[in-house]
């Protein structure tokens, strides 16, 4: 049974003005138009505040995932990030014997960042260990100024890499969309398997049990307005088609490869170096700007709010 709330507040406080002053001179650099959309007005007034995203770290994969997990932290650190999500894939393979290990190695790295921190389960994560590792719970919220992110498990074990939501996940979101609506709040949705469905040249992951379910709760929530995720290892990746729901891909910060999705549905940006995404939070828009190991943000994208 999930709890009727798992909400953890994070800490509250605006993003350090020279912080943010530092990175939005390099950021303002990187903001372009991509896949053919004109440049939207710049947003009225500053972000709300900004998260980091890292997704897909992979630890145990090779020796380079050791090398650049401690570097990301460095770069969230000097970021005007107030928290970070980890999308999931934590640890490479971590249902094989022996493997468990790479869990508390992964926190220990982690356990660097100065901002609070929360991560979702990929098929990668088995739960039992997730929830001995990593977090108490796989399903739970976090509210951050008027924004609720609701975070859950929908990736099936490996060797499973499709999505599910199961009628309990159903009912526990529906809570939490009831509850935010009611403060007034914004959802993000964060899980590792996008909904939007997605076929050749793309993975073919996506959720597909509980998916009709799944689709009448974004249609019924217009106050969800974005979906997170990671798993597909391509970069920034993502469709603003689903019910007004913006669904984004984030790039992983173990590899990406290019997959030629310039013709496929939805938006993809040319750049496929290992990153994270540090996303500023606007009344009307996440402005997303994919950065480096090092933190240096190379291409940005503005995605849309629905109000
Ligand atoms: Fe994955």
Known sequence: MYPESTSVSATPGPPSGLERRRFLALASSALVSLAGGARSAEPAGNPEFAFAFVTDTHLGRSPSEEKTLPRLVDAINRSPAVLTLFGGDLVDNGQEPGHDRRYPAWKE????????????????????LFCKHVQAETDFSVEQEGVRFVCFRDAQPNPGHDGLVTPEQL?????????????GQRVILVAHVIYHENKHPDVGWYVKEGRAAFAMLLRANPHVVAFLAGHFHC?????????G?????????????????????GYSVNEFRLGYVLSEVYRDRLRLHYCLLDGEPTVSRDLMLRS
């Open 109 to 128: 790295i982690v356990k660097g960042l100065k901002k609070d921190w929360y991560a979702v389960a990929g098929n990668h994560d088995p739960d039992e």
């Open 235 to 243: 970069g920034l990746r993502g469709w603003d088609d689903t019910f």
């Open 245 to 265: 729901v913006q669904e984004v891909v984030l790039p992983s910060a173990s590899w990406n490869q290019n997959r030629g999705l310039d013709k496929a549905p």
């Open 171 to 183: 009912r526990w979101l529906q809570d939490q969309c009831d509850s935010a609506g009611r403060k």
